[in-house]
């Protein structure tokens, strides 16, 4: 199995900057793809960002040009949030795509909150 742990939230003003970091431990072979998510209150999760091991890089249009993701090695995966806004207020999950050879299955992190005041 794979475990996330991510860190770095927490509030900030709008027009700020924060950066979370994902380790992930365990099964790291499977990891197909690792980005973040989040969920803001009373809405539904939404893609934040994703990479695949390939380099491929997927971003909502909401956080274009604002939101960074990479990837250090096979387990770690960051997200730089530059000029936030009050509505990126949210928990941001990480998550993985993973192939063990057998199955494909999904991992998500315990998710970290992000508050930003106007």
């Known amino acids: 199995q794979v475990q996330l742990v991510e860190s770095g939230g927490g509030l900030v003003q709008a027009g700020g900057s924060l950066r979370l970091s994902c380790a992930a431990s365990?099964?790291?072979?499977?990891?197909?793809?690792m980005g973040w998510f989040r969920q803001a209150p009373g809405k539904q999760r939404e893609l934040v960002a994703h990479?695949?091991?390939?380099?491929?890089i997927n971003y909502a249009d909401s956080v274009k040009e604002r939101f960074t993701i990479s990837r250090d090695n096979a387990r770690m995966v960051y997200l730089q949030m530059n000029s936030l806004k009050p509505e990126d207020t949210a928990v941001y999950y990480c998550?993985?795509?993973?192939?063990?050879?057998?199955?494909?299955?999904?991992?998500w992190g315990q998710g970290t909150l992000v508050t930003v005041s106007s």
């Open positions: 365990g099964s790291i072979f499977s990891i197909a793809a």
């Open positions: 998550h993985t795509r993973n192939y063990n050879g057998h199955a494909h299955f999904e991992v």
């Open positions: 990479e695949t091991n390939g380099g491929a």
